[in-house]
């Protein structure tokens, strides 16, 4: 089963992440509390997904314990392929999401964490940026459906 492990927010770009356990969504606006929720926001900045094990296979590699929230996406997920989802339909508990493009990872990330592989290291690894279809809740424990 894919299910959601983590939820984080930030309120503006320069604050750290907070995890929450439980996120209110609105279709074509993003995360409410968050930085990139909007009256009429870009499908790909609603909300972003990452893989657990893409996270733990580059701490794992590099002997780190960088935290999963620090690579400053929303959702953190375990047991999806998220590069297989780009252009499909999902569901997150009762939430419906569409899968928009990769999340590059940026310098600025790299800068966070004082990894100079970072942007090397996550090129097609870095999470999923998602539209939001339909307003609901999304919480840890929460499972991932493919539609």
């Known amino acids: 089963m894919s299910e959601v492990i983590k939820i984080g927010i930030a309120k503006s770009k320069s604050k750290e992440i907070q995890e929450v356990k439980e ?12 930085r990139y929720f909007n009256e009429k926001n870009e499908d790909r900045n609603q909300l972003t997904l990452i893989e657990s094990e893409n996270i733990d296979y580059y701490n794992d590699k590099f002997n780190l314990k960088i935290p999963y929230l620090n690579f400053r996406r929303n959702i953190v997920t375990k047991g999806i392929k998220l590069n297989d989802v780009v252009g ?28 100079e592989n970072i942007i090397k290291e996550f090129l097609r690894m870095g999470g999923l940026r998602c539209a939001i279809l339909t307003s609901s809740n999304i919480k840890v424990g929460d499972e991932i459906k493919v539609l």
């Open 23 to 34: 996120i209110n969504v609105f279709a074509g606006k993003g995360i409410v509390g968050d």
């Open 88 to 115: 499909k339909k999902l569901i997150i508990g009762k939430t419906e999401i569409k899968g928009i493009d990769l999340c590059r990872p940026c310098k600025s990330l790299q800068e966070n964490l004082n990894q």
